[in-house]
């Protein structure tokens, strides 16, 4: 039996779904396997990290998290136990003692609920033991090494085959090759190197002066002292971690008052923080799920077939299957929201009958209020920041008011819910070239980040904590909407100001804290492994027409395509990389559903079962290869 060798570059949840389906594949037709895994840290957790403190959570519920395919939605069944997040923890031993989490066993503290969202420590702990799980019971006929280091290259050899090489200068020559290489980090731009060049030219006049780019991991949060007055720039998921950080994680505590309502004690060790974005407006919170595992709203009118019938319009009228995100998609969408909305509503008085979804025509006022829920800020103007101050923590109450009821209870949530529900859709429409390419920018630039805001926001205890470390004056609100970040050489300072209808207010601080992922851009990324595959061809960005979304390119089956358009015969890349041909990679697997992250994972490894089946002698995969690395360095040149 021939041996093949297997590199996956990048140990993370995405490598781990890989290997997990690799691993099935060569447990059930007993392939002959050396799978050489680089990965500078431990293998499983990716960013993820054992280490990171308890109050730092998922942002989703635990029981709705699991690495492992659903039953039936792929050919080779896993070789391990397959429990989700929360089953693991309860196994191995996890219980509740007020917001902490502890092995104790049977007894003390309470039961992990299916409700929960658990620290973020323990998911890296179940991806991590995933992994080991897996590893132990690999079949005799594959080998398995770690290596602990980073890929810093990959290179086409002229047997087909490809080298992976490693930052210590030892090369690993594979027959194929999966890039799971996950988050990464762009170089500094102008405005970055200008924030930064500032508070090291004011360093004397002004100590506490920083620009904090990265703000993972949040260790690097310890140095921001007590006295300093630090922005946080991002109000999204990110934020709430350098919160709890700052906070919690300085010794504060969080007490409940008896009415439901969250108090916080200073422990004095915090700084003055401040929060500030393009809207300045914290995402929603999630409503309480009452869906269950795997309940989801069944879609009417967003629905595969719907988007197919459009594209074949499209092909008939106009010549192309891009469809136009706002025009074509989006009434679609919000039809689907204002139905769920109204029959929420309908169904919750007594009575009450859901309207029949044949017949139902969002009128005019459903349309104002899904745009509401969309763009809460749309058309409103602030006279002073006092005025909207207020109506910063109004919307906070209303909303935390709203998801207590439930994303089935609550109109509003329930309504919110259904973009987390048709989201295979939405990545079906918007995928490899769905949307033409002004569309595919105006829905990144406008409806992905209304999206992500309105029905992917924190657990709903985040968003109360928001309102008592307001309430304790911890964090003050001194801007709005379109707030602009200005350095003052004087007084040594960054200065946030905001133009309110009765006149400009600003504001000075010390420390900017970005609060935001960077998102995958090849030609930016600071990563060497991703300069050296694209300086030598073998990758390229991925470009829907003019637009350069972010990613790199693939075919349909991932596998990257080189400078010339062609793909490589034995790499294949998922996840983050391809965010940009691909839609909404980041999110992880869900117990029971048909989820992306497995069955991309799934399609790469049957294809490479494929071509070990096909695999040409070597004299003849030498002669392809050589054409094909001649093309490719003409390309590249
Ligand atoms: C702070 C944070 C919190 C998140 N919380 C959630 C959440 O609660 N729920 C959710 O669904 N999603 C969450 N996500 C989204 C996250 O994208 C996924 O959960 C998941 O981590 C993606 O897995 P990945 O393997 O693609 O990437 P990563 O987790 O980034 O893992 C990539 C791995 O590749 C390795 N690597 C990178 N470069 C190289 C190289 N050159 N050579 C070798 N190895 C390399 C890294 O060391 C890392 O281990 C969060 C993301 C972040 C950043």
Excluded at 150 to 160: E, I, K, S, T, Y
Excluded at 168 to 175: A, I
Excluded at 320 to 347: C, G, H, I, N
Aim: charged content about 20%; proline content about 6%.
């Amino acid at each position: 039996m021939k041996r093949y060798s297997v590199t996956i570059i990048g140990m993370g949840p995405r490598g781990l779904s890989v290997f997990e389906r690799i691993a099935a594949v060569a447990g059930s037709r007993r392939l002959a396997l050396d799978i050489n895994v680089v990965e500078p840290g431990d293998c499983g957790p990716g960013v993820h990290s054992v280490r990171q403190p308890q109050h730092l959570l998922i942002n989703t519920i635990a029981s709705q998290v699991t690495l492992f395919p659903a039953p039936g939605a792929v050919q080779y069944p896993p070789l391990c136990a397959t429990p989700s997040l929360t089953a693991w923890a309860r196994q191995a031993g996890y219980r509740r003692v007020g917001e902490r989490y502890y092995r104790l066993g049977e007894h003390g503290g309470a039961d992990i609920t299916e409700a929960d969202y658990l620290p973020r420590c323990l998911l890296g702990e179940y991806l991590a033991w995933a992994y080991r799980q897996i590893a132990a019971l690999l079949p005799s006929c594959v080998n398995l090494n770690h290596h602990r280091q980073r890929a810093v290259d990959l290179l086409p050899l002229a047997d087909g085959r490809y080298a992976v090489e490693l930052e210590t200068g030892y090369q690993l020559d594979s027959d194929f090759v999966f890039l799971t290489t996950g988050h990464g980090r762009n170089v500094p731009d102008e405005l970055d190197a200008r924030l930064a060049d500032f508070a090291r030219a004011h360093a004397r006049s002004n100590s506490r002066l920083a620009f904090v780019r990265h703000a993972y991991p949040l260790e690097r949060l310890a140095r921001i002292g007590a006295g300093a007055r630090v922005a946080i720039q991002g109000l999204g998921l990110s934020a709430h971690d350098i919160i709890a950080e700052l906070t919690v994680g300085r010794g504060g505590a969080f007490v409940e008052d008896g009415q439901g309502n969250l108090r916080y004690q200073r422990s004095g060790a915090e700084p003055q923080l401040t929060l500030c974005s393009r809207n300045c407006l914290p995402a929603a919170a999630r409503g309480v799920n009452q869906k269950g595992l795997d309940g989801r709203h069944q879609p009417h009118y967003f629905t595969p077939a719907a988007v197919d019938a459009l594209r074949r319009m499209a092909l008939a009228g106009r010549g192309s299957r891009q469809l136009d995100f706002e025009r074509e998609l989006l009434p679609l969408l919000k039809r689907e929201m204002a139905w769920v909305y109204r029959s929420t509503l309908a169904t919750a008085t007594p009575g009450g009958v859901a309207p029949d979804p044949a017949g139902f025509v969002p009128t005019a006022e459903d349309d104002v209020l899904i745009d509401q829920l969309l763009f809460p800020l749309r058309g409103r103007r602030f006279a002073t920041l006092e005025a909207f101050r207020q109506y910063f923590t109004d919307w906070l109450r209303d909303d935390l008011a709203e998801a207590r009821l439930g994303n089935v209870g609550s109109a509003t949530k329930a309504a919110t819910d259904v973009l987390r529900d048709v989201r295979a859709t939405l990545q079906a429409a918007v995928e490899h070239g769905g949307l033409t390419p002004a569309s595919h920018r105006n829905f990144l630039a406008v409806y992905h980040a209304a999206i992500n805001r309105s029905a992917f926001g924190p657990p709903l205890r985040r968003n109360q904590e928001l309102l008592a470390l307001l309430d304790a004056g911890v964090i003050e609100i001194v801007s709005g909407p379109r707030s602009r970040i200005d350095m003052d050489g004087q007084a040594a300072s960054y200065v946030l100001s905001t133009g309110f209808g009765d006149g400009a207010v600003a504001h000075a601080f010390d420390v900017l804290v970005v609060a935001r992922l960077d998102g995958f851009f090849p030609e930016t990324d600071d990563s060497l492994l991703i300069r050296n595959v694209l300086k030598r061809g073998l990758v390229r960005p991925y470009c829907n027409g003019d637009f350069h979304p972010g990613g790199i390119d693939i075919d349909a089956g991932g596998r990257p395509l080189d400078a010339r358009g062609q793909p490589s015969g034995g790499l294949w890349a998922l996840g983050y990389l391809v965010e940009g041909a691909h839609y909404y990679t980041h999110a992880l697997p869900r117990p029971q559903l048909r989820s992306r992250q497995v069955l991309d994972a799934d399609r790469c490894v049957h294809a490479m079962c494929a071509q070990m089946d096909e695999l040409p002698r070597p004299a003849a995969r030498r002669a392809a290869a050589d054409t094909a690395a001649t093309a490719l360095q003409q390309a590249a040149l």
